[in-house]
């Protein structure tokens, strides 16, 4: 559906009167919904005709158009960007040291959504080296957050808070424990541990220099915690054993009142394990952060370019702009001619979802 959306305002127009067209944002990580009666197209005329929020939307739709940097199924086979069978090397792998499954799924994420934002490129550029540069004593939980997951995931969640009914539940469950009441105590305090832990690590990035996107989330942290339903999380950190009552609540506020928040900072923590993973392997293989450049003409220059899967690999230099883009590759076989497109490739791709690259 991304796709047919992208066309079809390549073609200079959307007609959304018959049917709802989801348009999922790249780059901001929600989803833009765009409603029956809506009709956009690139012709002044019309745009004049439609109010200031119709012409709005339109503008958010070219903005994300010109953000895309669009990869095919076929480039990523060819570039390896992912284990084509079970054993097989893959980029994606190599960057995989996520501890969380949440992690892992938000480095799936980042690679299959690959974009050309100055602004998000240098973002994520600079978080990975903040990591990279920084001692960060912060290691993700994997157990707990896979059963937080478990337990968000829930059915049959309150919608109003009844201490009667908590007192009620907590009746039963003394003297014969029911699944859903042991994944719902148990989920509950691991989401406490979880969040509390997030808070303290961002408090203390706050006394180094942060780059832009981890004072984002470092301010998105702190402000969450002002709210009132989250005051009482920092105070039952300590606490062993929670009453039926705060049991009652927290689950009101963690799968329904404010479960969108919620799933905004599990993915800060998730994020946060991606960075670290990546910083690592930046650290260890000798990769270099990539330096966006802003300008009206593209070029490419690329500095002891090599290749991550081969062993002892020959670097190699490569600089493309308007007036020279062009190569002539020639050499015997086996010399390495396949391995030198690849790794161009790999290059420009990393490059453009804020990742290392492996050059100087």
């Given at each position: 559906m ?9 073609a ?12 999922i944002?790249k780059?901001y990580?929600?989803?833009?919904t765009?409603?029956p009666n809506l009709?956009?197209?690139t012709?002044?005329s019309?745009?004049?005709?439609v ?11 070219l903005?994300?158009?010109?953000m ?6 076929q480039t990523?086979?060819?570039l ?9 090397s893959s980029?994606f792998?190599?960057?995989d040291?996520?501890?969380t499954?949440?992690?892992n799924?938000?480095l799936e ?10 602004e998000l490129?240098n973002d994520r ?5 903040f990591?990279?540069h920084?001692n960060i004593?912060f290691?993700?939980d994997k157990?707990?957050t ?8 829930q ?9 009667f009914?908590?007192y ?7 003297f014969?424990e029911?699944n859903?009441h ?8 691991y989401?406490i541990?979880l969040?509390?832990d997030?808070?303290?690590?961002f408090?203390e990035?706050?006394?180094l220099?942060c ?5 984002k989330?470092r301010?998105t942290?702190?402000?969450s915690f002002?709210l009132?339903?989250f ?7 300590k606490?062993k054993?929670?009453?039926p009552?705060e049991i009652e609540?927290?689950?009101?506020i963690f799968r329904?009142?404010m479960k ?9 923590y998730?994020?946060v394990d991606?960075f670290?993973?990546?910083a690592s392997?930046?650290?260890k ?8 450049v ?6 490419i220059e690329?500095t002891?370019?090599t290749h991550p899967?081969p062993e002892?690999p020959?670097?190699n230099?490569l600089?493309f702009n ?9 050499g015997?076989?086996m010399?390495?001619k ?6 161009i ?5 990393l490059?453009?979802i804020?990742?290392p690259?492996?050059?100087l």
């Open positions: 991304k796709q047919q959306c992208f066309r079809l305002l390549q200079g127009e959307i007609d959304c009167k018959r049917s709802r067209i989801y348009l944002l780059n990580d929600y989803a833009l765009l409603k009709y956009f197209s012709e002044k019309v745009i004049k005709a109010s200031k929020s119709r012409y709005r939307r339109y503008k958010i739709l903005k994300a158009k010109s895309l940097f669009e990869a095919d199924q990523y086979i060819d390896d960007l992912f284990p084509q069978g079970k054993g097989s980029i792998s190599l960057f040291h996520t501890i499954s949440g992690g799924s938000r994420y980042f690679f299959k959504n690959p974009f050309s934002e100055y490129l550029k600079n978080s990975i080296l990591f990279q920084n004593s290691v993700p157990v707990k896979d059963f937080v997951e478990h337990y968000l995931l059915g049959d969640y309150p919608t109003v808070f009844s201490g009914r908590a009620e539940k907590a009746i039963f469950n003394f014969k029911s859903a042991y994944i719902i105590s148990r989920g509950i305090r989401l541990d969040l509390n997030l808070y303290l690590f408090v990035t706050g006394k220099e780059p832009s996107l981890i004072s989330y301010q942290i702190e402000s002002r009132p339903e005051s009482i999380i920092k105070s039952l950190q606490r054993r929670l009453y009552h609540r927290l689950d009101l329904y009142t969108e928040k919620i799933r905004e900072l599990l993915t800060i998730y994020d991606v670290i993973s990546v392997v930046a650290e293989r000798g990769f270099s952060l990539p330096e966006y802003k300008q009206s003409e593209s070029f690329l002891g370019l899967f002892n020959v670097g230099d600089f308007p007036g020279s883009n062009m190569l002539f590759l020639s015997p076989n010399a390495g396949s391995t030198l497109l690849k790794s490739g790999v290059a420009v791709f490059a453009h804020g990742f690259v492996p050059a």
